[in-house]
């Protein structure tokens, strides 16, 4: 498991990295506005939106400015802005077929999966209405299904299929195919498991 420093070591040279570019190049390839003085984005991830100043990265929650946005989340940000293209393909793959998934499928079943299934596995109607509230997008298939787009180029569709006396629940998180060409799959992990939670937090 990574530590902080190792979190930190790649969030400095990501930052580092992003600091070369200009501020619009990098606004206009990620969906993010920049802000009236120009010197930082405004970034809209999942249900919160985020200050980001540019060119030293520093990230405030505009909801709350005296609360630290966590380490892990700022180099999945960092890490969509150095790499993301405004071009979804409409394709959507399991967690298996981003390249290198193996490795962290068993964190990506227990970061997400498990917890969708323990939690709405016999519960679907609080799963769809904990979705309302973070703006997700329903759709037919499934007991429950519905696209939530985490940032303006990184959707996500979760589905969960309820279980019974015979058969358990299941669950699934499915990503555009573009993902693979811009987060490394550790970071695919993480953006599949933070809305689960948030929506886990919403349904108690």
Known sequence: MARIDDFQQARDLSAGALAEEDIHTIAARCGFEVTGDGAALRVPFL???YRVTFPDFIFADLADTTAQVPLQEQVLLLHYMQGVRP???????????IPGAGFYFSAFVKRAIDPLKQMFGQNTAALLKAAQKLGAIPLETGDAAFELRLLPFAPIQVIVW???????????????????????????????????????????
């Open 47 to 49: 249900d919160r939106v």
């Open 87 to 97: 071009l979804l393909t409409g394709e959507w793959i399991a967690y298996r077929e």
């Open 162 to 204: 309820e279980g019974d006396d015979e058969f358990p629940a299941e669950a699934n998180v499915l990503f555009d195919a573009s993902i693979g060409e811009y987060l490394p799959a550790e970071d695919a992990a993480w953006l599949a498991s933070l809305p689960v939670y948030r929506l886990m937090a919403l349904a108690r």
